[in-house]
């Protein structure tokens, strides 16, 4: 846990930085457990084994548009998109559907079967199929604002592991211990029965589970199991085909295209093994599926995947979601073809009192808030400090309830604390230098769960979005707090407010939703001030700059925005920047920008950070243009000082500090990098299989 | 008929040089048990060699023929008699019916007797091994079973004591004091222990669900290494060879460190207080 002050000497109107850098944020992210993929709205829909969920938008860079927090006990096991609906299933026996647009459960139905292992929808949409512990494979008709039990299909011996629907809608398979079953979906009786083999040597007394399973609609049907075999059948005959041995460990997921010509398999290796359904010859008569790639994009266990259209998809409990294009579907050598890993998560998780000097970590169970050490004294570029007061943890908020944190925040003074759950939201005062904390009982009614929170820079007023893209202002006094106001934004704006800022000198908040729309408001009339022009790709961070009062806006696809708020309208600068167009180096970066901060002692810079660097933006430099180095940090320092100023532009980035999670500026002037090694999140994963490799 | 006479004499003969342990007793035409075919015998000499056989027959299995019998039958066929053992030229051990019969019975029981005791002896072996391993599960249990009591009823204060006492001298010493240590502690006065949160049927069967994931993930015969193992393996066979991943380990001895850390602060600030 290092808290080593560095002094950072950057002589081209960057200024000296003292750096805080932090380690001691213990973020370890949830496995991944299972995956949807719906082709309709292009969204992946992931559940985590805390049972937290998360939406990424495939047509938007990839973007971490929504997360909804776990719950204790939700043990989610399986997801389907209904049409734009989401349902899950989980070992808790309830079958559970969300709102997208709150962020919460909207219901759920206690299935009556025991733990539920699987779910699936049939193509037609209308009814919903869940395989139970006790056996039975439970039928839910799909209704409009709800889902409504049909009946039981005939009771089996052992539980349902896995199953799915052909797409015709008339047949069930489903995988169990020991075999397979194929149900007639109208009569519900069982028609085959497909024993699977066991595993050969000491797997031969355990029974093999049938993990997954998938039926096509040439009445195939593919299914893999404990014993490392993904085997093919005849569905209609109910005899086996080919069995393909692909590993010595399990196979834990299938996925197959929506073309039915490719599918990929996942095992406990971490490798993701595709097949695809290829004829020997070139006549197209006698096809089969023949296993052509393997990819190793994991270390441990692959327990969900799913099969894009140009992508395979995979995750699992190396909490690493992985995004491989498939190369005979997108051009080579191109940011489409490239791999991508998201590893953390798309917002910022920490929170930094400007003023006071202390930082809120957000842990889905608890808070912790820890404040800064001290150095005096200066050190060379890049040499570090010696610590005078090391840092030290305040406090340890502990959550009511079995609903994980939401959203968090730390007013800049470190004077006031607030939390909110799906359910619940918590205000504290913060006394004694952050030490002593009282919790503020009367709280107005409208202060409902929040989304996202906000205090204002001085720690008068509190903002908390909420439903329907509306914020609620309330007054921070310490007895009672006074409801002030609530803005809403213009009518039909239904999606959930993702980013909140307040302007430094009081007048100004903006919002984003996660439907790409930005609102002002003025916070003296309390009412909204102007609508950003809207841009396809979703905002991920933005400011208001407190002396210009422009507010810069950062969207997925990589691309800065700054418009006026007084004069309503893109400044000269962002309408330059968006004629020369970004460096491409800067729009192929696959982490968005998730901090926009600005220097008290230079309005002409920008501060932004995203995973793996933080850049200074100086706008009254050049811009770089395509034929230019961007990454000339380096480069510049070893040039003599006349030749800095010919070859230096304005993007001035700094990769030296990696995994970054928060990247802040002190009143003091001095930068405060939170960082988070992924060595350190990989050596606490659980046990990996064990891999013989010669000459170890 | 005397020439099938004599042919029978003369298969007879030959049929008696065949077979060398048979005692010659009886006569020499009618024997050869079954190979001898001869369909144009008489029936009192078929029946006689029949007999004759069957005496021979027993005598070889030892099993005794009424003397008086055979002596009848001898005096039957006194002629052959005489005829067989006159051609013969070993003579039979001079063992009789009643010896040879204990004789064998002695054997056999012997041999059922070791039989028995074998069997005994690995029942005996059994039943040890079964008290043992019982013994043992009971020992692991008791803990647990104690717990429980306790949670349950205040009447079982009572039996946690008697469990202590039957618990078994071999039994760990820190866990049997930490024990007494906390009997004694909870055991003052009249409470009820109860879980804050009752564990319903939803709940365990959660549990019992994500055992069996677990089991089948990281139970036995799973084959797995430790995450720390893997990287270490990665650094060893990679590009730039490093050392295994926490090589030294950090998290060493926290205690002591911090009681010196502790020492340290006290000793300069003993140092600064003659100072000042």
């Given at each position: 846990n290092l808290n080593v002050p560095k002094a950072r000497n950057r002589k081209i109107q960057m200024g000296e930085f003292k750096v805080h850098r932090i380690r001691f944020f213990d973020y370890m992210p949830s496995a991944i457990r299972a995956m949807a993929f719906s082709t309709r709205t292009e969204r992946l829909a992931l559940a985590r084994a805390d049972g937290a969920l998360e939406i990424f938008n495939f047509s938007d860079n990839y973007f971490q548009e929504k997360v909804l927090p776990g719950h204790d006990g939700r043990a989610v096991e399986a997801l389907c998109w209904v049409g734009p609906r989401l349902f899950s299933a989980g070992l808790n026996g309830e079958i559970t559907e969300y709102d997208l647009e709150n962020l919460r459960p909207r219901y759920t139905v206690d299935a009556y079967g025991g733990p539920i292992w699987t779910i699936g929808v049939n193509s037609q949409g209308t009814l919903l199929a869940v395989g139970c512990e006790d056996g039975t494979v439970k039928m839910f008709e799909v209704l409009k604002e709800r889902i409504q039990f049909q009946r039981n299909l005939d009771r089996q011996r052992g539980r349902i592991i896995s199953l799915s629907w052909h797409p015709s809608g008339t047949l069930i398979a489903a995988g169990m211990m020991d075999m397979i079953r194929i149900f007639d979906a109208e009569t519900g009786r069982a028609t085959h029965r497909l024993v699977v083999d066991r595993g050969a040597g000491a797997s031969k007394s355990k029974e093999v589970v049938v993990w997954s399973i998938a039926f096509l609609s040439d009445y195939t049907i593919i299914s893999s199991d404990s014993a490392g075999k993904v085997q093919i059948w005849d569905g209609l005959n109910g005899t086996l085909i080919r069995t393909h041995l692909i590993t010595k460990w399990d196979v834990l997921a299938l996925s197959v295209s929506q073309d039915e010509s490719s599918l990929v398999a996942g095992t406990s290796e971490g490798t993701v093994v595709q097949f695809q359904f290829l004829s020997s010859t070139v006549d197209r008569l006698d096809k089969d599926w023949v296993r052509t790639r393997t990819f190793k994009n994991h270390s441990h266990d692959v327990r969900a995947l799913a099969h894009t259209e140009t992508a395979v998809v995979s995750g699992g409990m190396d909490t690493q979601l992985v995004v491989r294009p498939l190369l005979d579907k997108v051009e080579k050598n191109t940011r489409e073809s490239a791999i991508r890993k998201v590893s953390f998560p798309h917002r910022s998780l920490v929170c930094c009192a400007k003023k006071a000097g202390v930082l809120l970590f957000q842990f889905p169970d608890h808070l912790e808030l820890w404040r800064l050490g001290e150095s005096d004294g200066y050190g060379k570029?890049?040499?570090?400090?010696?610590?005078?007061?090391?840092?030290?943890?305040?406090?340890?908020?502990?959550?009511?309830?079995?609903?994980?944190?939401?959203?968090?925040?730390?007013?800049?003074?470190?004077?006031?604390?607030?939390?909110?759950?799906?359910?619940?939201?918590?205000?504290?005062?913060?006394?004694?230098?952050?030490?002593?904390?009282?919790?503020?009982?009367?709280?107005?009614?409208?202060?409902?769960?929040?989304?996202?929170?906000?205090?204002?820079?001085?720690?008068?007023?509190?903002?908390?979005?909420?439903?329907?893209?509306?914020?609620?202002?309330?007054?921070?006094?310490?007895?009672?707090?006074?409801?002030?106001?609530?803005?809403?934004?213009?009518?039909?704006?239904?999606?959930?407010?993702?980013?909140?800022?307040?302007?430094?000198?009081?007048?100004?908040?903006?919002?984003?939703?996660?439907?790409?729309?930005?609102?002002?408001?003025?916070?003296?009339?309390?009412?909204?001030h102007c609508t950003v022009p809207v841009y396809g790709s979703c905002p991920t961070a933005?400011?208001?700059?407190?002396?210009?009062?422009?507010?810069?806006?950062?969207?997925?696809?990589?691309?800065?925005?700054?418009?006026?708020?007084?004069?309503?309208?893109?400044?000269?600068?962002?309408?330059?920047?968006?004629?020369?167009?970004?460096?491409?180096?800067?729009?192929?970066?696959?982490?968005?920008?998730?901090?926009?901060?600005?220097?008290?002692?230079?309005?002409?810079?920008?501060?932004?950070?995203?995973?793996?660097?933080?850049?200074?933006?100086?706008?009254?430099?050049?811009?770089?243009?395509?034929?230019?180095?961007?990454?000339?940090?380096?480069?510049?320092?070893?040039?003599?000082?006349?030749?800095?100023?010919?070859?230096?532009?304005?993007?001035?980035?700094?990769?030296?500090?990696?995994?970054?999670?928060?990247?802040?500026?002190?009143?003091?002037?001095?930068?405060?990098?939170?960082?988070?090694?992924?060595?350190?999140?990989?050596?606490?994963?659980?046990?990996?299989?064990?891999?013989?490799?010669?000459?170890? | 008929m005397n020439t099938n006479n004599s042919r029978c004499i003369a298969a007879v003969v030959k049929a008696r040089s065949l077979r060398e342990h048979r005692p010659a007793n009886g006569s020499a035409g009618m024997q050869g048990g079954g190979r001898v075919r001869s369909r144009s015998l008489s029936v009192t000499m078929r029946r006689s060699a029949m007999t004759l056989q069957n005496n021979m027959a027993k005598n070889q299995r030892g099993e005794a023929a009424p003397s008086s019998r055979m002596t009848g039958r001898e005096r039957q066929m006194g002629g052959f008699s005489l005829l067989l053992e006159s051609s013969d030229?070993?003579?039979?051990?001079?063992?009789?019916?009643?010896?040879?019969?204990?004789?064998?019975?002695?054997?056999?029981?012997?041999?059922?007797?070791?039989?028995?005791?074998?069997?005994?002896?690995?029942?005996?072996?059994?039943?040890?091994?079964?008290?043992?391993?019982?013994?043992?599960?009971?020992?692991?249990?008791?803990?647990?079973?104690?717990?429980?009591?306790?949670?349950?009823?205040?009447?079982?204060?009572?039996?946690?004591?008697?469990?202590?006492?039957?618990?078994?001298?071999?039994?760990?010493?820190?866990?049997?004091?930490?024990?007494?240590?906390?009997?004694?502690?909870?055991?003052?006065?009249?409470?009820?222990?109860?879980?804050?949160?009752?564990?319903?049927?939803?709940?365990?069967?959660?549990?019992?669900?994500?055992?069996?994931?677990?089991?089948?993930?990281?139970?036995?015969?799973?084959?797995?290494?430790?995450?720390?193992?893997?990287?270490?393996?990665?650094?060893?066979?990679?590009?730039?060879?490093?050392?295994?991943?926490?090589?030294?380990?950090?998290?060493?001895?926290?205690?002591?460190?911090?009681?010196?850390e502790k020492l340290k602060k006290t000793w300069i600030h003993m140092q600064q207080i003659p100072s000042s």
């Open positions: 570029p890049g040499g570090s400090l010696p610590v005078k007061r090391g840092p030290e943890k305040l406090i340890q908020l502990k959550r009511k309830g079995e609903d994980h944190i939401c959203c968090s925040a730390l007013s800049p003074c470190g004077g006031w604390l607030a939390y909110s759950t799906v359910t619940s939201f918590r205000l504290y005062r913060l006394l004694n230098g952050s030490i002593s904390i009282c919790k503020v009982s009367k709280l107005p009614k409208d202060l409902r769960p929040a989304h996202q929170l906000c205090f204002s820079t001085d720690s008068s007023k509190l903002f908390a979005s909420s439903s329907n893209s509306s914020v609620v202002v309330v007054a921070l006094n310490e007895p009672e707090c006074k409801y002030l106001g609530t803005l809403k934004a213009k009518y039909g704006c239904r999606q959930p407010v993702h980013l909140l800022s307040a302007s430094e000198n009081g007048k100004w908040l903006a919002t984003a939703n996660t439907d790409c729309e930005v609102h002002v408001y003025n916070l003296d009339k309390l009412k909204l933005m400011a208001i700059h407190p002396t210009t009062s422009n507010l810069v806006v950062v969207h997925a696809d990589q691309q800065i925005f700054e418009y006026s708020l007084v004069k309503k309208e893109y400044t000269e600068w962002s309408r330059r920047l968006q004629k020369q167009g970004l460096h491409s180096l800067w729009l192929e970066r696959d982490t968005p920008i998730t901090h926009v901060t600005f220097n008290p002692k230079n309005p002409a810079h920008i501060i932004v950070q995203d995973l793996f660097m933080f850049c200074i933006i100086d706008k009254s430099l050049p811009l770089p243009e395509a034929k230019n180095v961007l990454y000339n940090q380096m480069t510049l320092r070893s040039l003599p000082e006349p030749d800095r100023v010919l070859h230096s532009h304005g993007f001035k980035i700094c990769k030296d500090f990696q995994h970054l999670l928060c990247v802040s500026l002190l009143e003091d002037h001095s930068l405060v990098v939170v960082e988070r090694p992924l060595l350190d999140i990989v050596s606490q994963l659980p046990a990996p299989v064990r891999q013989k490799k010669f000459a170890t | 030229d070993e003579g039979p051990e001079e063992v009789t019916f009643e010896d040879s019969k204990a004789d064998a019975r002695r054997s056999m029981k012997r041999a059922l007797d070791t039989a028995r005791r074998e069997k005994e002896l690995l029942k005996e072996k059994r039943r040890k091994r079964q008290e043992l391993f019982q013994e043992q599960k009971k020992r692991k249990l008791l803990s647990a079973e104690v717990l429980e009591e306790i949670d349950s009823t205040k009447q079982e204060q009572s039996h946690v004591k008697a469990a202590e006492e039957e618990a078994e001298p071999e039994e760990v010493e820190g866990r049997k004091r930490n024990w007494k240590q906390n009997a004694a502690r909870n055991l003052k006065g009249n409470y009820t222990v109860t879980t804050v949160k009752q564990s319903t049927l939803a709940s365990s069967q959660l549990k019992a669900a994500e055992d069996f994931l677990h089991s089948r993930m990281y139970g036995p015969g799973s084959r797995r290494t430790t995450s720390n193992e893997m990287l270490s393996l990665e650094n060893k066979m990679g590009k730039n060879k490093s050392a295994a991943v926490q090589f030294v380990k950090k998290n060493w001895a926290c205690q002591k460190k911090a009681k010196a």
